[in-house]
């Protein structure tokens, strides 16, 4: 009880502090619709990323120094993501690694084992690691409705219910219920998209696997959700009762 009163203390002394003008910029060029967003969600934004900046525990990685830049970018890309949400903060998350750049990791599977370059990690019950070259707004992963400040993120909310496998937490059993059929048949048309080389609205990385194509597809309804909406309409529909909030009544 003192824990939860002290906790919420703290956040509403960190809504209350206002950003600088320099500050300000850096969300409105590394959020880019930052400024399209009503006053109100605009100024919840802020105060969700000063309570993100001041709770999260970043790490520099191979020499990366944090600072406000990099706080600010990867802290307002994540507030997008609880707009609709109520007092969560992604307080599972351990820290923030940041990397200057696409980071190595050796992989194992059954067969083989290798080195892989990767932009970003998320890991169940840890860190999310990120690429501070790739989260900025200009680089390959952050164009086209990719984004992979959400991608990882998202990763770490569907590994809420114990597992990282796609299967997120809906509101009640039947959008539950819905959001299986219709994921289960929708990761199957992108596969076989995928497979025909047919050009598809979502990222082909999505049909990897049910994790990946929920972080594919967050990623997509953050960064554009009217392409989202006219190809994959029961799809968005889901993700607004999923976050309950809908960017495309956000301007």
């Not at 994540?78 to 990791?105: C, H, K, W």
């Not at 992108?190 to 080389?197: F, I, N, P, Q, Y």
């Not at 049910?210 to 889901?238: C, G, I, K, N, W």
Request: charged share 20%.
């Amino acid at each position: 009880m003192v824990f939860s009163w002290w906790r919420r203390w703290h956040r509403n002394k960190y809504r209350e502090q206002p950003l600088t003008q320099a500050e300000l910029a850096i969300l409105s060029s590394q959020v880019p619709v930052f400024h399209k967003l009503q006053p109100a969600l605009k100024n919840r934004l802020i105060q969700t990323t000063q309570v993100l900046r001041n709770e999260q525990q970043f790490e520099g990685c191979k020499g990366l120094e944090i600072n406000d830049e990099i706080k600010l970018s990867i802290c307002g890309n994540i507030a997008l993501m609880l707009l609709g949400v109520e007092d969560y903060y992604f307080e599972g998350v351990t820290s923030i690694l940041v990397f200057p750049n696409s980071f190595q990791r050796r992989h194992r599977s059954q067969w083989l084992e290798n080195e892989v370059t990767n932009a970003g990690e998320a890991w169940q019950y840890g860190p999310i690691i990120l690429s501070w070259a790739d989260c900025q707004a200009g680089s390959p992963l952050r164009s086209h409705g990719r984004n992979v400040i959400i991608h990882e993120f998202a990763h770490h909310l569907d590994s809420i219910d114990g597992e990282m496998g796609g299967s997120i937490q809906m509101p009640n059993s039947e959008s539950e219920r819905q959001w299986h059929q219709v994921a289960a048949a929708e990761l199957k048309e992108l596969r076989d998209d995928v497979h025909a080389g047919r050009r598809t609205v979502l990222d082909a990385y999505g049909a990897t696997n049910e994790a990946e194509f929920f972080a594919v597809l967050s990623e997509a309804f953050f960064e554009m959700p009217d392409q989202l909406q006219q190809t994959h309409q029961e799809l968005y529909r889901l993700l607004t009762i999923y976050y309950q909030t809908d960017p495309l009544q956000w301007n």
